[in-house]
């Protein structure tokens, strides 16, 4: 057992991919056996991994979730700022980009739609929950468009670690739920083409739950979805530390 657990330890990353991939396969056998394919496996496998780190969490008292037990560190540094920028650029390719040309005006409109429609949400939010300051409620207006968004604009504009924690939380909610929704109501939308999908990317904007969802919908919609949901994050984390902080201020 010694040896094993040194043979894993000095193997982190290997045994990192290990854990995610078993954690992957459990999930999409919970989704097809037991939740009929109702709710996509992508979205269990979210779940699963925010209940795994706050029992690493809260077994250890550390700060980095199930990281913090040894065997498990390679899983910290596969969850990395690196690997998570790769993944989101590399859900784009495959994109057409002759359909992304053609697509490009309705995909700047979803864009600047969806990235006010949210942000005003968060707003709305953050005065519910009693907070009077621009940088706070600023922080959970972007926390509302992505999870990367709000942390950016955080530490742009001075808002506290919980304030900013907070609106990470906000992020991952909206991840959860465009993941679980987006092939429950892909129908109705008629969320059925590249430029649907582009649209889409562009007003819901959280990047792994666009990508989640529509592989759960029609994986050849992804880098659709994915090239939008991308620009989301970029240009939110221009626009929320700067235009809307400036609105804001003069609001408040």
Known sequence: MEILLDLIEKNGLVFGFLVIGLLVLFSDILSKRIFKGRIPGSAIAIFLGLVLGYLGGAFTGGEKGISDISIFKGVGFFGGAMFRDFTIVATAMGASFFLVKRAGFLGMVSLLSGIVLFFFIGVLLALAWGYTDVASICTIGAGACTYIVGPVTGAAIGASSEVIALSIATGVVKTIVVTIFTPIVAKKIHLNSPEAAMAYGGLMGTSSGVA?????????????GAVTATFYTGLGCLLCPSVFYIILSMIF
């Open 212 to 224: 989640a969802g529509l592989a759960a919908t029609d994986p050849k919609l992804v880098p659709y």
